[in-house]
C-alpha cells in the first residue's frame, strides 16, 4: 500500500482527487474543456460543488518547492513540526487511487493520462504521485509539516482520513492557508 506521495510543484498549490471521480464529475456536467481550472473559476457553482462533493480538494497558496503527502499512519519522523490542522476537507475516492498534484493537472486536463494512471506512472512529470486509498466518503483532516525525513520531502501534509457515508451540504467558510515554513537550519 502506498501511504506518501512526493511532488515538486511548478504551480503555486497542490490539489488532491480521485482521477475517476474527477471524470465521472466532468462528463456528467458535459464538461469537455481540459482547463478545468478556469472552467471551475468561470462558474464557481460548478468549482464550489466539486470541492463540496469530495471531487477536488485544492491547497493553496503553497510556494513552489518539494512536498510530501503522507496519511498520517506513514511514520513521520521525531524531528517533524506540525504547524497548522485543518479538518474537513471532503473527499471521494471511487477507484482507489487519490492524486496530490500541482494545480497543473487542472490547469490542462489529461484524462487518459490520469484514467490510466498507474498504467503511465513511470512517465509521469515530478509534478504529481498517488496515495494507494480505499473508496469511499471522507473528510480529511490535512496538517502541514516542516522537519520530515526520508523518504518524504522536508515539507509536507498529513492526510488523516474519517470515512462518512455522506458530506455537508456546506463547505467549512474557514480561510485555509496551506503555507508551512520550514524549520531553519540546525533547529529540531
Not at 493553496?60 to 476537507?89: K, M, N, Q, W
Amino acid at each position: 500500500m502506498k501511504t506518501h506521495a512526493n511532488i515538486s510543484l511548478d504551480a503555486p498549490g497542490i490539489v488532491l482527487f480521485d482521477p475517476r471521480t474527477l471524470a465521472e464529475y466532468l462528463r456528467a456536467l458535459g464538461v469537455e474543456t481540459h482547463e478545468v481550472f478556469d472552467h471551475f473559476l468561470a462558474h464557481q457553482d460548478v468549482g464550489n460543488e466539486a470541492i463540496r462533493q469530495g471531487v477536488i480538494f485544492p491547497l493553496y497558496p503553497i510556494p513552489a518547492d518539494d512536498y510530501s503527502v503522507f496519511l498520517e499512519e506513514a511514520p513521520s519522523g521525531p524531528r517533524a513540526t506540525r504547524h497548522f490542522t485543518y479538518a474537513g476537507a471532503p473527499l471521494h475516492v471511487t477507484s482507489g487511487l487519490l492524486i496530490a498534484a500541482d494545480l497543473n493537472a487542472v490547469m490542462h486536463w489529461e484524462p487518459e493520462f490520469f484514467g490510466a494512471y498507474l498504467e503511465h506512472h513511470q512517465d509521469r512529470l515530478m509534478n504529481n504521485d498517488s496515495l494507494d486509498v480505499a473508496p469511499g466518503r471522507y473528510l480529511a483532516a490535512i496538517s502541514g509539516f516542516s522537519g520530515l525525513e526520508a523518504p518524504l520531502h522536508v515539507l509536507g501534509y498529513g492526510l488523516r482520513l474519517h470515512p462518512v457515508e455522506r458530506f455537508a451540504e456546506r463547505l467549512p467558510t474557514e480561510d485555509f492557508d496551506f503555507s508551512v515554513t520550514p524549520a531553519p537550519h540546525g533547529a529540531p
